[in-house]
Structure formats: structure tokens, C-alpha cells
């Protein structure tokens, strides 16, 4: 698989600006997208990141509603209308805006956390408690505790 992969938490500068992981850029390189796509995440306090493969899956999305209708909008709003397209300076660092900063709860430091098509942008300790649930539903559903939310007759 050559998507995102790992966690980095890096320090953010007094500008606002974070060095996003190498390998992210090469993975984002090799996606053909020029900068960094973001988003709120629908699910979680995080910043949902990537590229072409992130967009894509946004538009299968949409796909199932309607074009025109309320929901199709709705849905759309919230994947793109209040989504940025961030640069990536020379030095691989992203002016994080106030509103990524706000959604995600960011200070003094970034956690880049990888999620294989795209990854997410979080304040490091509200990561580490949803990295910990995330464990604990993963195993759940792994020994077949629970179903998937995401399959048919899967729980939210």
C-alpha cells in the first residue's frame, strides 16, 4: 500500500506554520496533487488531509444523493464549502488557517496521523484518546465482538 502511514506530532511555529511529515509529501507527490486538500472531519475534532485519493472519496460520497437536493448540499457544504487548499512551502510546512486551528483544537503542537487514502491533522493529546478508543473498536470488531458500523447490520 502506498498511502499515509505512521504518526509524526510536530511543533508548530509562532506563525502558525507545521512541517508536514516527509513521507506524507512524497505519498501526496506521487498522488499528483499539488498542496494539501483539508477538511473538518465529519466524525472527530480532526482535520481530515490528502489529495487526489481523499477528493475522490469525498465524490463517491455525494454520489448517492441527489444532485440538488437538500442533503446532496448539505453534504457537499460540509465536505467542500468549508474545505482549503493549503500550500506546501519549499521548506514542506502548511500555514495551518484559524479554522483548522479552532475545529482541531491546535496550540503548540500537530499530530499527522496516517489513515492509508488520506490522513488527519489533531491536537497530540486528543489523539492519543482516539487512538485508544479507535484500538479498543478495532479489536472489538476484529474477534467479531461487534460489527462494523460501515456493513450492513453494523452498529454506529
Request: net charge negative; glycine share 10%; hydrophobic share 40%.
Amino acid at each position: 500500500m502506498a498511502g499515509f502511514v505512521s504518526h509524526f506530532t510536530n511543533r508548530l511555529d509562532a506563525k502558525g506554520r507545521v512541517s508536514v511529515p516527509a513521507s506524507f509529501r512524497s505519498v501526496l507527490a506521487k498522488d499528483g496533487y499539488e498542496g494539501l486538500y483539508c477538511s473538518p472531519s465529519a466524525h472527530c475534532p480532526a482535520i481530515d488531509a490528502g489529495g487526489n485519493a481523499l477528493l475522490e472519496e469525498h465524490e463517491k460520497q455525494l454520489e448517492a444523493f441527489r444532485r440538488l437536493s437538500p442533503d446532496h448540499d448539505a453534504l457537499a457544504m460540509s465536505l467542500f464549502g468549508v474545505s482549503e487548499h493549503l500550500k506546501i512551502d519549499g521548506d514542506g510546512r502548511i500555514n495551518l488557517s484559524d479554522m483548522i486551528r479552532e475545529h482541531a483544537g491546535l496550540s503548540d503542537q500537530v499530530t499527522f496521523a496516517g489513515l492509508g487514502y488520506k490522513f488527519q491533522i489533531w491536537e497530540p493529546e486528543k489523539f492519543r484518546e482516539h487512538r485508544a478508543e479507535a484500538q479498543k473498536r478495532a479489536l472489538a470488531m476484529l474477534s467479531g465482538q461487534i460489527a462494523p458500523a460501515s456493513l450492513p447490520g453494523g452498529s454506529a
